[in-house]
């Protein structure tokens, strides 16, 4: 009988390089198996979209057809919760004697908590020689890049500077696809098969939940279209990625996050690939493609952040004296600024944005983030929150860092008395309003010169738009002293 290696599917649904895969079929005389454990409970704790679950749906019954092309069996496994998932695996690794368990690491608190406790099956389980797992999700692996003193970096500028300095050509190496395999005789155990979820009933069931506007919007799912997506943004915007990439009108960033938060794109292929079509890109700190990498590099600091301050996991912020801040926390301007009917056009198009499409542009994530937090005085919890109820690229790390960078309190995050002018902001990089029209078609007759402050600057009668549901300048001076009082209290 073969020895089996099991392959643990968990955020790196792709074939190519996949660090786990690779090491799990690398043995000629093992038989790869590979399970994704599907936990409706835990995507709702972690407040994960609708969109996000049908995005990861789709791509299972993607990434079966593909795996069964190799000869590798794959399960999709029901199980209750987080524990009930370990209980799960744990019985799935005996009763088929499974040789070696590989996965990829995930960073968050709970997962590396669950993760250690599965390392310690190795003196429990009989059967189980080895359990490989892998820094797969960053160039570098957390805790990696410290300063003199051996800590985490605080400030991203100088955590890039040292990032690139460990950066080798070892951490770039994109490993292929699995070649295809000899038949496979592997026998599921009979206790398993009511377990097993089809992939093609996870998809209508996400897809029946999910608004078909999201739906329709959602990137187009396959390891073949990310690698696509990937090639076309290198090639063809790269290049001017610094110049287009503030203008959420002109949609000109690479779009791939939800690809590489899913998994269906590594870093490496990202930096590879920049690399082929900008082979300098590393010796040209002010090109467009050097501006993408250091996006890249953004992304890492937030992975190793969430390593060496667990805390953030669990939402506290970084800046301590910031915990003392009073917010005001009214629940009819939430209502207002999740719905986008806020009366600051740029603010409610964003919103919109979001709440259609499942995605919005970075420079708006900044000027709708700070207008819930600065201009509401709203705790930047109900924010992030809610954006990982909606976002179909929701990922703690990142959508945590861009909340406490809004909030100014966390690393290298805005500082307090630094507060977006929702309308200046409009002006700037929606300057013609196009954007505006296309998400609040009550302002599409605006001319360019109304449309940013529509009350303000002779609105015509009966425009079927709310007001303003605050004063910019009096928030931004209430905000501040909230902010001040609650340093002063130390
Ligand atoms: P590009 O501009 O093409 O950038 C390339 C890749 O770099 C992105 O796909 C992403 O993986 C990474 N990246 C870019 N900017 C950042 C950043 N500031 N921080 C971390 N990684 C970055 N990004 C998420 O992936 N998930 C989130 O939940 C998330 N929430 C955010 C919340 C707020 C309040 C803010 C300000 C930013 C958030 N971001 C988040 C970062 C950023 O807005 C998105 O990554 C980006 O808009 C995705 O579009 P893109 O793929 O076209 O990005």
């Given at each position: ?11 790196d ?6 660090q ?24 709702d ?50 009763m088929?004697?499974?040789h ?12 590396l ?9 190795i ?9 490989a ?7 570098v692996?957390?805790?990696k ?20 300095k ?12 699995p ?9 599921l ?12 009933d ?22 073949t ?21 503030n ?9 791939l996050?939800?690809?590489l ?36 590099i ?10 060496a ?18 917010w005001?926390n009214d ?12 009366g ?40 992030e ?10 990922d ?8 406490q ?18 309308t ?5 990089f ?18 360019s ?8 600057k ?7 738009y709310?007001?303003?549901?605050v ?19 130390g």
């Amino acid at each position: 009988m073969k020895k089996i290696h099991l392959m643990w599917f968990r955020q790196d649904l792709r074939l190519i390089d996949n660090q786990a895969l690779t090491a799990a079929v690398e043995d000629k005389d093992a038989q790869t198996v590979a399970i994704y454990i599907h936990t409706e409970a835990q995507w709702d704790k972690h407040e994960t979209s609708m969109g996000a679950r049908a995005f990861v749906a789709r791509q299972l019954q993607s990434l079966d057809a593909e795996l069964r092309e190799l000869n590798i069996p794959f399960y999709v496994l029901e199980s209750t919760d987080f524990k009930a998932s370990l209980k799960l695996l744990n019985s799935f690794v005996q009763m088929h004697h499974v040789h070696a368990l590989f996965f990829n690491k995930q960073y968050e608190v709970n997962e590396l908590a669950r993760d250690k406790e599965v390392h310690q099956w190795i003196n429990e389980i009989d059967c189980l020689a080895y359990i490989a797992d892998f820094d797969d999700s960053v160039l570098v692996p957390p805790m990696k890049v410290l300063t003199q003193q051996g800590e985490m970096y605080k400030v991203f500028t100088p955590f890039r500077n040292a990032f690139l300095k460990v950066l080798t050509e070892q951490h770039l190496r994109v490993s292929k696809a699995p070649d295809k395999k000899a038949e496979n005789v592997f026998v599921l155990d009979g206790q398993f098969e009511s377990l097993v979820i089809s992939c093609k009933d996870l998809v209508q069931y996400y897809e029946k939940n999910t608004c078909q506007s999201i739906l329709e919007n959602l990137p187009k799912v396959s390891e073949t279209e990310a690698i696509n997506s990937l090639r076309v943004f290198c090639t063809e915007h790269a290049a001017k990625y610094d110049e287009v990439r503030n203008f959420p009108y002109q949609d000109k960033t690479s779009r791939l996050s939800a690809y590489l938060v899913h998994g269906l794109l590594s870093p490496r292929q990202c930096v590879r690939r920049l690399m082929m079509v900008h082979p300098n890109v590393f010796n040209e700190p002010k090109s467009g493609a050097f501006c993408w990498l250091n996006e890249l590099i953004w992304r890492e600091f937030y992975k190793h952040l969430i390593v060496a301050f667990p805390f953030l996991c669990k939402h506290q912020p970084m800046i301590e004296w910031t915990k003392n801040i009073e917010w005001r926390n009214d629940m009819s301007l939430f209502d207002a600024w999740k719905e986008g009917k806020t009366g600051y056009p740029i603010v409610d198009a964003a919103m919109r944005q979001l709440n259609q499409t499942g995605w919005m542009h970075n420079r708006l994530r900044m000027v709708v983030a700070s207008f819930l937090v600065k201009d509401l005085l709203i705790d930047w919890r109900l924010g992030e929150s809610y954006f990982m109820s909606k976002l179909v690229d929701g990922d703690l790390a990142a959508n945590n860092g861009g909340w406490q960078w809004a909030a100014s309190t966390g690393c290298d995050a805005a500082p307090y008395f630094r507060i977006f002018n929702p309308t200046s902001q409009s002006e700037k990089f929606d300057e013609e309003g196009h954007f505006i029209r296309k998400y609040v078609p009550e302002l599409a007759k605006l001319s360019s010169s109304t449309i940013h402050e529509p009350f303000a600057k002779n609105a015509p009668f009966g425009l079927n738009y709310p007001k303003p549901i605050v004063e910019h300048k009096r928030m931004r001076e209430q905000t501040l002293a909230a902010y001040e009082k609650a340093k002063s209290f130390g």
